[in-house]
C-alpha cells in the first residue's frame, strides 16, 4: 500500500506561483511513475502532470503545458508541482497520484492507481 500526503495549496492571484508537494511513504515507489491530478468543483479529476520512474520523462496535459513544471527529488519518494501563471480555471483539488509507467500513458484514461487526500487551490481574478 502507498499513503500520499500533499501540502502546499492555497489562494492565489492571477498569474502567482505556488508549489505543490506530495510524499509517498509504504511502499518503495522511487521507481513508480508518479503524477498529479486536479477536480475542480462540479468537474470529473482529470489530469495534470505525470513523472516516469526512469530517464526522466514527464508529461502534461495541454491545459498547463508550459506553466506547469513535475520534478521528483533524488530518493524519488516526493514529487513536486510547480505552477507558475496561475489562472482562475486552475482552481481545484490537486491530487498526488502514483501508479504504472511510462509517464506519456496517464491522461483522461489512466490517472493513476493510489491517490492522496488532496491539497485545494484557488487562484483569484
Known amino acids: 500500500q502507498v499513503h500520499l500526503e500533499e501540502s502546499g495549496g492555497g489562494v492565489v492571484q492571477a498569474g502567482g506561483s505556488l508549489r505543490l508537494s506530495c510524499v509517498a511513504s509504504?511502499?518503495?515507489?522511487?521507481?513508480?511513475?508518479m503524477g498529479w491530478i486536479r477536480e475542480a468543483l462540479g468537474k470529473e479529476r482529470e489530469f495534470v502532470a505525470a513523472?516516469?520512474?526512469?530517464?526522466?520523462?514527464?508529461h502534461y496535459s495541454d491545459a498547463v503545458k508550459g506553466r506547469f513544471t513535475i520534478s521528483r527529488d533524488d530518493a524519488g519518494n516526493t514529487v513536486y508541482l510547480q505552477m507558475n501563471s496561475l489562472k482562475p480555471e486552475d482552481t481545484a483539488v490537486y491530487y498526488c497520484?502514483?501508479?504504472?509507467?511510462?509517464?506519456?500513458?496517464?491522461?483522461?484514461?489512466?490517472?493513476?492507481?493510489?491517490w492522496g487526500d488532496g491539497t485545494q487551490v484557488t487562484v483569484s481574478s
Open positions: 513523472d516516469s520512474w526512469s530517464g526522466g520523462s514527464t
Open positions: 509504504g511502499r518503495d515507489v522511487s521507481s513508480t511513475a
Open positions: 497520484a502514483a501508479g504504472g509507467g511510462p509517464a506519456t500513458g496517464w491522461g483522461p484514461n489512466y490517472l493513476g492507481d493510489y
